[in-house]
């Protein structure tokens, strides 16, 4: 497996708060895509939710409700500095049950990951992704097909 990064570094799907230039979840899907993993997606859907108690990752803001969605991606550009980070992120390829997994999303997750399978191969016709090494994406991006 590809080194992810920095010793430490936590596995994590871009995501982030709603911001005021955002009219719906979606619209911040696609900003924090493009910000921290330099992704085109296209055609979201929701996939569920996720309770989270202490919101301990947003500053402790309290109970709030994490949306999950699924994306098809039809770009990966180049390597970038996260705007709100001002680091990069290492990108890594994986099946969703393998980012479920290294995510350590248990059980709730690994059934949203089913459900973005189903949703790949029902609404856009793509097959299911075999199980593989992960692999880190090439700083220079990498062409779809």
């Known amino acids: 497996m590809a080194d992810p ?3 430490g570094a936590l596995p994590m799907l871009p995501g982030g708060t709603v911001e005021t230039t955002d009219a719906t979840p979606e619209d911040t899907l696609h900003r924090e895509a493009a ?3 330099q992704l ?3 055609d979201p859907v929701r996939l569920g939710w996720v309770l989270d108690e202490t919101g301990e990752v947003y500053g402790g803001v309290g109970p709030n409700a994490r949306l ?3 994306a098809r991606v039809t770009t990966i550009g180049r390597a970038a500095v996260d705007p ?3 680091h990069p992120f290492a990108r890594l390829l994986t099946t969703p049950a393998q980012a479920a997994a290294l995510l350590g999303w248990g059980p ?4 949203q990951a089913q459900l973005a399978v189903e949703t790949a191969r029902e609404r856009w016709g793509l097959p ?3 199980s593989a090494a992960i692999e880190e994406i090439p700083a220079e991006g ?3 097909s």
């Not at 709730?108 to 059934?111: E, M, N, T, V, Y």
């Open 142 to 144: 990498m062409r779809l």
């Open 128 to 130: 299911a992704a075999r």
């Open 35 to 37: 910000e921290e993993a």
């Open 5 to 7: 990064g920095p010793r």
């Open 108 to 111: 709730p997750g690994a059934r």
């Open 84 to 86: 709100a980070t001002g």
């Open 40 to 42: 085109t997606l296209t």
């Open 68 to 70: 999950r969605l699924a």
